[in-house]
């Protein structure tokens, strides 16, 4: 992979852009979102074939102005257009719609925003059977060290174990990365004072500016206190109601403030795996936020002492490994699913990726030296689940080590690249 300078940035092709151009060669219509400073505007300014396109950004007032009086102005003369920050004006895909059925297979679009358009109703109805639908997360780690997306998820899911041995190197302390976070502007910072600094900005942006473009939100006091609620449970069950006694605020009210981080891409729900007795499975999802800077931020953890004795240290490094499957399972074709799996006497494994008919159960463990009793969950599961691929131990260390026919441990770094 080649990073170029873009202005002052340092651009990294990211493993996303494959797909992205696959699809322009498919369809109408590509619909990218994801949190705001994720880097949609700068892949689509710098990668073949969108950096060719006609740009337009409704940050712009006059292009926002346009947008709501004369749409297909703003494609006028070229048939290949990417249109950001969309959730602006959602009336304006109405525009688009239009154009792409009257000119059939004449016109390619992209759409990218910061909100996550699939979630809104306007937007999904007016591009129903005419877009292809992407998210892009913050960056791999394998992306900012320019290697190639690991394969070791659909290894894994098809029963290929990789030979045991140890890295060359010890994985490095991920205690840097957990707070400092993975969105592109904090690459070129390289204090935790100057991280705090910008999330600082980032939360403020949020709340004042980008929450207001999709809903309206008077108390900004209390939508912030949930957001460090949330924080303080990611990588946990998120009980709703625990949270709303702890904000201080009604369930109702809970719900919806969810909903809008889960709309604004800062937050997820992960879903229980229950294919069999479902009775004897807890349902409850587990939260969590879409990087594990913003948690740490947002959790009041400002320098890395103070995070290394956090009694939420290893949810916040399940959170750093949460984002890297989610984006590999985002990378698979069709998208693979992610969940955990939990029973009510409390055995657990904190991930289950299922592809197809495929399915492997993976825990995840801070310790640099693992062993067979961190394996209790793998193995409830693979016994619940006899038909399963693999168990994955991923943890701290560096030794590649087979546990049992089915488990295997792997440093955390051969998921991340």
Do not use: C
Not at 269 to 280: D, F, G, S, W
Not at 399 to 404: H, P, T, Y
Request: hydrophobic residues 40%; neutral net charge.
């Amino acid at each position: 992979m080649n990073n170029i300078y873009s202005g002052p940035e340092l651009y990294y092709e990211r493993w996303l852009t494959t797909s992205l151009q696959d699809a322009s060669r498919n369809y109408p219509v590509i619909v990218l979102t994801g949190a705001r400073q994720v880097g949609k505007s700068t892949l689509l300014l710098n990668s073949e074939p969108f950096r060719n396109w006609r740009f337009h950004t409704l940050d712009d007032y006059q292009v926002l102005a346009q947008a709501k009086t004369e749409p297909e102005a703003l494609w006028a003369g070229t048939d290949r257009v990417i249109l950001d920050e969309v959730q602006k004006d959602p009336n304006l895909l109405q525009a688009v719609k239009l154009t792409v059925d009257r000119n059939p297979g004449k016109y390619r679009f992209v759409l990218s925003g910061s909100a996550n358009l699939l979630l809104m109703k306007q937007v999904s109805e007016s591009l129903a059977g005419r877009a292809v639908y992407f998210v892009l997360d913050p960056m791999a780690l394998g992306e900012i060290h320019q290697t190639p997306q690991p394969d070791i998820l659909t290894r894994i899911l098809s029963g290929d174990f990789p030979a045991e041995g140890t890295l060359p190197e010890e994985p490095a302390d991920p205690i840097n990365i957990i707070m400092r976070g993975l969105m592109p502007p904090l690459l070129s910072l390289d204090s935790p004072q100057s991280w705090v600094r910008w999330w600082e900005g980032y939360v403020a942006t949020y709340l004042e500016r980008d929450l207001r473009q999709v809903a309206q939100i008077d108390a900004l006091l209390d939508f912030r206190k949930l957001m460090e609620l949330v924080a303080l449970r990611s990588g946990q069950l998120l009980n709703q109601s625990e949270v709303a006694r702890d904000a201080q605020l009604p369930q109702p009210t809970v719900h919806r403030y969810l909903n809008l981080l889960e709309t604004t891409n800062l937050f997820e729900r992960l879903p229980a795996y229950a294919v069999n007795h479902p009775t004897r499975l807890l349902k409850s999802p587990k939260a969590f936020l879409n990087d594990p800077g913003l948690a740490v931020f947002l959790s009041g953890y400002y320098d890395l002492n103070d995070l290394r004795k956090a009694r939420e240290y290893g949810a916040y490094f399940e959170t750093l490994i949460y984002q890297h499957l989610r984006l590999l399972t985002r990378l698979m074709t069709p998208a693979g699913r992610l969940y955990f799996w939990r029973t009510r006497d409390g055995t657990e494994v904190d991930f289950v990726v299922e592809h197809g008919r495929k399915v492997a159960a993976i825990e995840v463990k801070s310790t640099k030296n693992p062993g067979y009793g961190d394996t209790a969950g793998l193995h409830a599961f693979l016994e619940e689940h006899p038909t399963a691929s693999a168990g994955l131990l991923i943890h701290g260390g560096r030794n590649i080590k087979r546990l049992d026919e089915k488990i295997i441990a792997i440093p955390w770094t051969m998921l991340t690249g």
